[in-house]
């Protein structure tokens, strides 16, 4: 690691603390216990597969929106009130399942998870991406690891509550804590504070200046060859990514007949992988942009086949390992795809426009393979097709070349001669 790399990360470091731990208890927490409600939702009211997993396609169909909503402020105003307002509203959202005992307000409370949800993320997507220009994508990995940090956490406080009799509304609304006592007041104590971290983070885009609205935006963006080839992948492997994340807990409880009691500590012993892989796939982005996005889109699809043999410990510890280097890969990749290759003007409202498309994969993946569940009685069509869905967004991104990144090898010559892109362009 040459001086300017570790440099850039000496003078960040403190943000990248902050925002990983935003990120696990706004969105890390919260998203991971989805998984975990299915099933005792269905017992307590008799609600479908699909039903339940219509859960997270309310949560990402609001989070879609808020997407566009956010990458509009951020550029605007800044990051500081999005991420206050993601913190708050995932805090409501939790309390909201005490008294979800329809699907009307079990939807809401998925529907302000959304919100929260796009808030953070987009906001940290956008933050870190103006902060780091050598290391964006490893800066990335660290901040979104608070993502599988909740999948590593979810279990130990999941299975035994389950198990001693809580009611899983009740558990939930207890999470809620963790917003309000932890996420929103770290970030109004930091965001109190001044320095060249908080003048970024409040920065607005030029953009602005220069009267650019979003669909303006976008209609400069989609014009760009390539533009709908990136948005369709990213769709097609977040749909791919989250059905799996959302419905590998029912499918090893009910589809192979697994006890979660056996298997909890397993998942929770992979999901250090998934930190990791977020980590070391930041690195690779870094490093080999665009092919190396491309390897783990490809690992995604491989994954996913790897779930069909599982019938004891050995074949599902294959499947869970190769899932969760996989899943490290994913969500890391948007805002560096988004800027190697769309480039970093009006760089909150380009995030905001693909990470619609993140959250619309989000949506639509998880309902269809609870349908496809509930129409054969098993996940095997499921994930055979989806296996396929995952391997056509890989070769989707084969025509596409990144024009907005330095290979490491030519970076010194660029830096000696300034040409790299200044923060928060």
């Known amino acids: 690691m040459d001086t300017s790399t570790r440099q850039e990360i ?31 939702a269905m017992d307590e009211f008799g609600w479908t597969n699909a039903q339940v997993n219509l859960l997270s396609t309310a949560k990402f169909l609001v989070g879609a929106v808020a997407a566009l909503g956010m990458g509009i402020l ?3 105003i800044g990051g500081k009130f ?13 309390a909201l399942f005490l008294v979800a005992t329809n699907l009307g307000v079990y939807y809401l409370a998925g ?24 290391n964006q994508g490893l800066a990335i990995g660290i901040v979104l690891g608070g993502t599988s940090a909740g999948q590593l956490v979810a279990p130990w406080i999941w299975s035994p509550l389950l198990d001693a009799g809580v009611n899983w509304r009740e558990i939930f609304a207890w999470l809620s804590l963790g917003s309000f006592l932890i996420s929103t007041p770290m970030w109004i104590f930091f965001m109190a504070r001044t320095g060249r971290t ?12 220069e009267g650019l609205t979003m669909w303006g935006h976008f209609k400069e963006v989609c014009k760009e060859k390539g533009f709908w080839l990136l948005a369709t992948s990213i769709f097609l492997v977040s749909a791919v990514d989250q059905s ?65 043999p599982v019938a004891g410990l050995w074949t ?31 760089l909150g409202m380009t995030i905001g426009i693909v990470s619609v498309f993140v959250n619309l994969g989000f949506a639509a993946g998880p309902p269809l393979l609870g349908w496809l569940y509930d129409q054969t009685g098993n996940y095997t ?45």
């Open 381 to 425: 069509l499921g994930f055979v097709l989806y296996s396929g869905v995952a391997l056509l967004a890989c070769t989707l991104l084969f025509p596409l070349k990144p024009r907005f990144w330095t290979p490491p090898s030519k970076r010194k010559n660029e830096l000696d001669t300034g040409r790299m892109q200044p923060v928060g362009a």
């Open 10 to 40: 000496k003078d960040n470091w403190v943000v990248l603390v902050i925002a990983f731990l935003l990120v696990f208890f706004s969105f890390g927490i919260p998203n991971f216990s989805l998984p975990w409600i299915y099933k005792p």
């Open 316 to 346: 599902m510890t294959l499947f869970l390992v190769v899932r969760n280097i996989a899943h490290g890969g994913m969500i890391v990749e948007a805002p560096v795809i988004t800027k190697h290759y769309l480039g970093p003007r009006n």
């Open 111 to 134: 529907g302000l998870l959304g919100l929260s949800a796009s808030s953070i993320v987009a906001a940290m997507k956008v933050i870190v991406s103006r902060l780091f220009d050598i």
């Open 82 to 94: 999005s991420v206050l307002l993601g913190a708050l509203s995932g805090g409501v959202a939790m």
């Open 74 to 76: 951020i550029d605007r």
């Open 198 to 209: 908080q003048d970024v983070i409040n920065a607005s885009s030029s953009g602005h200046s």
């Open 244 to 308: 799996l994340m959302q419905n590998y807990v029912t499918f090893l409880r009910v589809d192979r007949g697994l006890n979660h009691r056996d298997f909890f500590w397993l998942i929770s012993l992979v999901t250090v992988l998934a930190i990791g892989s977020k980590i070391f796939s930041g690195w690779i982005y870094d490093r080999f942009s665009i092919p190396g996005i491309r390897f783990f889109y490809f690992l995604l699809g491989v994954s996913v086949i790897l779930a069909l």
